[in-house]
C-alpha cells in the first residue's frame, strides 16, 4: 500500500494448511529461533512460528538482497524485532522497518522505510465474547463511550476490533510493549480515510503517528479486522 509519505509492503500469511516441508522452512531460521521453537509444547504453535519467521526472513532478504538466513534479526529490550544497523556485505539497512502480527489462521507482514506497527485480530475469535469488559479496562473514556453506542453484535464487534488494533499497532510501532498503558491514549473511531490520520504519540512525546485501516481481503478470505500505524517523518 502507498502511504501519504512512502510505500510500506504489505505481505499476507496463510497459517492454515498444514505444511510437510517445515525442515526445510526452518532451515533459514537462526539457531536462536530454532530453539525458541523447540521450547513450544504445541505443534501448532511451532507450525505457526516457522511460518511466520520464513516469511518475515524471506521478505527481508529479498528487500536487503540477501539470502534469507543472512538477515540478521535482533530483539530490542522490550522485545521487538529489528534489523542490526548493518548486514554482510557491508551494506546498511538503517531504512528498512518492519512488524508483524498474527491470529491462529493468518499472518500479516509490514516492511517500510520509517518506523511501523502493525495489528491484526480475526472477528471470529470474539466469539460471544462480551467486548465491555475488555474496553472498561484497555479503553480510554471516549473510545468506551463510542462502544456504547453501537448495537449488540456484527457492528460493535468491528468497531471494538478496530480501537483495539489502532491501539496494539501503535504501541507495537512505538516499540514499548505493555510499557505503554492501552488506556493511556485514545485513537480515532469508525472507518478512517484511506490517506489515514495523524495521531499524537501515545508516550505524550512531540512524536506523531498515522494510522490507517488495512484492506480486509486476505488469502484465506476470513473475517479480519486489521491496522497500521507508520511514523510521520
Known sequence: ????????????????????????????????ERERVDRMAHPDLRRRRI?????????????????????????????????EPRIPDGNTEGRWHFNLSHTDHLALLAIGDRELGVDLEELARLGSMEPGPVAD???APEERAV?????????????????????EALIKAVGRGLHCPLDAFAVP????????????CPEGTARRWRLFDVPRENPGGLECVAALAVAVP
Open 1 to 32: 500500500m502507498s502511504t501519504a509519505r512512502g510505500s510500506i509492503e504489505l505481505v499476507w500469511i496463510d497459517l492454515r494448511p498444514e505444511t510437510p516441508d517445515l525442515e526445510i522452512l526452518s532451515a533459514v531460521l537462526s539457531p536462536e
Open 189 to 200: 473511531t469508525g472507518p478512517l480515510p484511506t490517506d489515514g490520520t495523524e495521531v499524537d
Open 147 to 167: 462502544l456504547r453506542t453501537r448495537t449488540p453484535g456484527v457492528s460493535r464487534d468491528i468497531e471494538f476490533l478496530r480501537i483495539w488494533t489502532r491501539k
Open 137 to 139: 479496562r484497555f479503553f
Open 51 to 83: 511460518l511466520c519467521r520464513h516469511a518475515l526472513r524471506m521478505a527481508l532478504g529479498a528487500r536487503l538482497g540477501i539470502r534469507a538466513e543472512q538477515v540478521p534479526l535482533r530483539t530490542g529490550p522490550h522485545g521487538k524485532p529489528y534489523l
